[in-house]
């Protein structure tokens, strides 16, 4: 099996917003998270809800996850008023879920967890693809001309 694995996004449609969840992969130390509200949104909704959302996704695939929100025309809500910073970073350490609103530097993040069969095994429910797969579809599509 190839070295490098390319999980597909997930995407849920909520009452005001939707979220799409990028699953982490052996070059990355995190999965990423946006939360994408089609509404108009206080910036303390849209922390809570960030907040809300990266528990969420981390008690159903444990891996540190990067989250932001995005307001309705697509660009990135400036938390920094209300928090640190507009992005919170959500980890496990010593198996209790810690959320920080900050970006962490590499050495804050559990070692080791982002190797091949664990990702295999924690997305379990989740299609992927390998880079020898996708280099395979590349190749007879540069073949056929498409």
Request: a negative charge; aromatic letters at 10%.
């Amino acid at each position: 099996m190839s070295k490098k694995l390319y999980f597909n996004s997930i995407k849920e449609k909520k009452d005001n917003f939707f979220t799409e969840y990028c699953p982490a992969n052996p070059d990355k130390l995190f999965a990423s998270l946006s939360v994408n509200f089609i509404d108009d949104v206080e910036d303390e909704d849209a922390a809570k809800e960030l907040s809300n959302q990266s528990k969420k996704w981390i008690e159903k695939y444990p891996i540190s996850i990067m989250a932001s929100a995005f307001d309705k025309t697509g660009a990135l809500i400036d938390l920094s008023k209300i928090k640190s910073a507009s992005h919170s970073t959500t980890v496990i350490s010593n198996s209790k879920v810690k959320e920080h609103w900050r970006l962490l530097n590499d050495s804050e993040f559990p070692d080791g967890l982002l190797d091949c069969n664990f990702l295999l095994k924690i997305y379990s429910d989740i299609d992927f693809r390998t880079e020898s797969e996708i280099k395979e579809k590349l190749y007879c599509a540069q073949e056929t001309g498409q």
